[in-house]
């Protein structure tokens, strides 16, 4: 519910969005307490605070803030949906990627790039620390990601061996302040080390990922395609309906803002951004900064201004619905509560208002806003943007594949069905990631 909600939320949406795309970029190993915490933080601020009525559509009289412009047949240009060949290749490689075969190796030592198996024991002074242990951990020998000296240490050890790594905890330590500049011994088990194989891209390997109706690697690369495109056809209709709203928003003129309304749609945005963070364990400070570079300052400006359009779109699409006698009712809302409530696994449609709280209130404006854009996306002038020179067009179209590239990792993982395994040499586990925490995080 929390993502289809933020769908009514127009420019604010669109900047949730990006800055939960640049997450890709941030550490996901700080621990769940701390992403709990920071979550719950933030759900509490928002249920705490009461705001007045007019901070509500129900009530107030949209043509006090807004008069309509051009609503019917806006015409705006979108570049098309486009998949490249190169982004087929991110896909297929990411498949195999994701599904590396592990060969045991038993006659040699470990070595940078190996994936190996260890058992390790953490102690300070003689006592275990928590979260500084770990059996049969997985991780991949140079990849980084850990205290110094934690890896080069396992590097050279031969299965069955054990040896004490005298290691000292980075200042500053992030994940655990109380173990900064701390001196600390790792017990380190080497289980069992192996060589990872990347497969050939053929038929062998296609038909291994039992893919319904996928047996050859010509109808993978298909598959592939296909895939890619939904995606990229989803993108550009959520940018259709955003030039679509920008358009309409422009075309009308606006007499005042309810402020009160916006201060809730900023405070919402906080909260969900909020929430992003927090699953990256951060603040919200330090994940705007991280993916964004913005200051406190700067985003307190951006998200005030996207809540600002949001709510100009949300008061134009209700003059649009008061106008084509499309209002939402009552019933609608119960209605619609009642489907979702059935379609989201809940008992009844009360259960699920219990689990909205807050955001029930709101309901009737996010059922508005979606029915209404999707009126007037319906009766727009939607053309391809061609307007790019050839230039500009492969400048585009390499960026586009670069920004696929998480895409097509989760899809083809997901598509091989091995997600765990896939994650299990790339990241830390809860349980261990105070012990050998990423070098990012020191930073």
Not at 59 to 67: F, I, S
Not at 233 to 243: G, K, S
Not at 387 to 411: C, G, R, V
Request: with cysteine.
């Amino acid at each position: 519910m929390r993502k289809k909600w933020m769908k009514a939320m127009g420019a604010a949406f669109a900047l949730t969005l990006a800055l939960a795309g640049c997450g890709n970029d941030a550490d996901p190993q700080e621990s769940t307490a701390a992403s709990e915490e920071t979550s719950a933080a933030a759900e509490t601020e928002t249920e705490e605070k009461v705001y007045p009525e007019e901070a509500w559509l129900d009530n107030l009289n949209v043509a006090d803030y807004v008069e309509l412009g051009d609503y019917l047949g806006v015409e705006v240009a979108v570049p098309a949906a486009e998949v490249t060949d190169d982004q087929v290749d991110v896909y297929i490689n990411s498949a195999l990627e994701s599904n590396k075969e592990k060969n045991e190796i038993t006659d040699r030592a470990a070595e940078n790039g190996d994936l190996v198996d260890i058992t390790f024991v953490g102690t300070r002074d003689g006592e275990a620390f928590e979260g500084g242990s770990g059996e049969n951990y997985e991780m991949t020998l140079g990849a980084g990601g850990y205290i110094e000296g934690f890896e080069e240490g396992i590097v050279g050890m031969k299965t069955g061996e054990t040896k004490d790594l005298n290691l000292t905890f980075p200042i500053p330590y992030n994940n655990n302040p109380s173990l900064a500049g701390a001196d600390v011994v790792f017990t380190i088990t080497m289980n069992h080390i192996y060589e990872e194989v990347t497969p050939e891209f053929d038929d062998d390997f296609v038909a291994g990922l039992e893919i319904d109706g996928v047996t050859t690697a010509e109808e993978y690369r298909q598959y592939a395609y296909d895939n890619l495109m939904s995606v990229a056809e989803a993108q550009r209709d959520t940018e259709v309906e955003n030039a679509v709203l920008r358009a309409v928003s422009e075309n009308a003129t606006f007499k005042a803002v309810p402020e009160a309304m916006v201060e809730r749609y900023y405070d919402r945005l906080v909260s969900n951004l909020t929430y992003q963070a927090s699953m990256y364990g951060m603040d919200l400070e330090t994940f705007l900064l991280y993916g964004t570079g913005l200051t406190q300052e700067e985003y307190e400006a951006e998200m005030q201004a996207s809540a600002e359009e949001a709510v100009k779109q949300i008061l134009v699409l209700q003059a649009i619905a008061e106008k084509e006698g499309m209002t939402v009712t009552e019933e609608d809302v119960e209605a619609d509560l009642e489907e979702n409530a059935t379609n989201y696994g809940y008992e009844s449609a009360e259960e699920y208002k219990e689990a909205l709280g807050d955001e029930l209130e709101g309901y009737g404006e996010y059922l508005m806003t979606e029915r209404m854009s999707a009126f007037v996306v319906e009766n727009a002038v939607v053309t391809d943007d061609e307007a790019e020179t050839a230039e500009t067009e492969t400048a585009e179209t390499e960026t586009a594949a670069s920004e696929e590239t998480t895409e097509a990792e989760e899809t083809a993982t997901e598509s091989a069905q091995e997600t765990e395994e896939a994650a299990a040499g790339e990241e830390v586990t809860e349980e261990t990631a105070e012990s050998a925490e990423a070098e990012t995080q020191t930073e």
